[in-house]
């Protein structure tokens, strides 16, 4: 079992029983007491949970600024009600009979904040011939890439051990600690309170990566971005997979800008024996390079999808020993089904439609690629007014009819459906509107849709219903696309009504 281990900061006894009772509140295995502003040593009482006690020094990304013997005596005294107690393989070196006061209970461990230790392997071999009972190994992650070091060292352990990624782009390393099999990963009792970066809360772990279901077997998806830590899919799909029971967890992928980037990720990750990769988001910068990438490889990729030149979903096949991957674009879906359920028409109906598409920019791209597919009349309107003539030029002929026109024509326009696809009215700018201050003549029968989420009603929308015209929002085109990709890997009906409920509790947990 990989334990969940909370580390503290010693900085008095009250307050370390204080947080130690909250951490095993929290659902934390054992706690690492920290005991780094520590000057003089410590007897400490018998807590909750199991502790591990340590004295990291400033050399090694700690906070002692004590000698190699004091920190020694510090971890000795303290270790006597201790379940482990950890010390440094440079500490050991210099000191190796500092291990005999710890027989059966020494961590030894080896840590790099700027990256990954030049003699990994040979750091490792050392601490396997040494004395030590756990080895722990931590660096910095360069890229998303260096985690899978850290699984194979965890796969090819030959005593229990912890290998990290620090750093935003090592978070997968810690949640996906227990489906290798490592000894323990750590998460922090409050954000705050982390003591390396990227360290998650105990709370994330497990209400949000589903730290109590991982298993060796569980499947693993992400969303591919840059920057990827505010994106909400995470939460969206993990409450999903929840509320079905699948078993899988999905995982923010931090991938550097560049098609260079995204390709060496899918050739490491995808084919990585033991970590089961099964469905990938792909936003921002990297749809244009999934597609790219996939035509590379002579991939499935989905015909709209091509057309729109962006790949949003990646299905594996792992069934399959060449593992086959196919692109789908869930956007442009998300967009006619959101107005087909509303108007309750078929996607064919949408032919005798006239469509005023606000922005030329992916989104609009997909909106306008996906109405004229199925021949609607679509008029393009965008600040830029050279790319509005672009894409229109594009799609125009194929199946519908696209024109663009004067972003000062909006208001004079006679659609049967306004979609918005540009940021303006986007948190924080709220009180602002695509249309101005004049909105078109709305009546009961037109719909207006607006692709941004934040806020939930913008002020287009507000605008639209003050006319009363039907509205949708961007809340509706996001749990669409999301549960088209839950379907697509995991061949069942997505709960939308609960990825629907956490997209707008996230929205509104952030306008607080
Ligand atoms: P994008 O490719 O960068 O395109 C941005 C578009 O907005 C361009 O047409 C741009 O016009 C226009 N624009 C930006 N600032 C403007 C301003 N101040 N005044 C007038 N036009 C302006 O962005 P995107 O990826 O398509 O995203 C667009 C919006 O859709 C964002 O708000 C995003 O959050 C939302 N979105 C929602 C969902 C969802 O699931 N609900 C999914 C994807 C995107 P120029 O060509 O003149 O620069």
Known sequence: MTLLCVPIFFDSLEQTARDVALAAEAGADVVELRLDRLTQGVALPQYPVPVIVTCRPEWEGGESTLPDGE?????????????????????????????????????????????????????????????????KVAWMARSIRDNLEAFELLQTRQKPTIALCMGEAGLISRVLAKKFGAFLTFASLRDESATAPGQVTVHDLKRLYRWDVIGARTKVYGVVASPVVHSMSPAVHNAAFDQTGHDGVYLPLLVNPGYESFKAFMESFVPFEGLDLSGLSVTLPHKENALKYLREKGADVEELAASIGAVNTITIDRSDRRLPLRGLNTDYGAILDSITDTM?????????????????????RSAVAALAHYGATVVVYNRTREKADALAAEFNGRTGRVVAASMDKLCDSCCHVFINTTSVGMHPHVNESPLGERAPKFTPDTVVFDAVYNPMKTKLLRQAEAAGAKTIGGVEMFVRQAAAQFEAWTGTKAPSDVMRRVVEQRLLHSAR
């Open 344 to 364: 309750r028409i078929s996607r064919d109906a949408l032919g005798d439609l006239r469509v005023a598409v606000i922005g030329a920019g992916g989104t609009g």
């Open 71 to 135: 920190r020694i005596a510090l971890v000795e005294a303290a270790s006597a009600n201790a379940r482990y107690a950890d010390l440094e393989l440079a500490t050991l070196r210099r000191h190796p009979d500092a291990r005999t006061f710890l027989a059966e209970r020494l961590i030894v461990s080896a840590h790099d904040f700027k990256g990954r230790p030049d003699r990994l392997a040979n750091l490792v071999v050392e601490m396997n011939a040494g004395g030590g009972d756990v080895n």
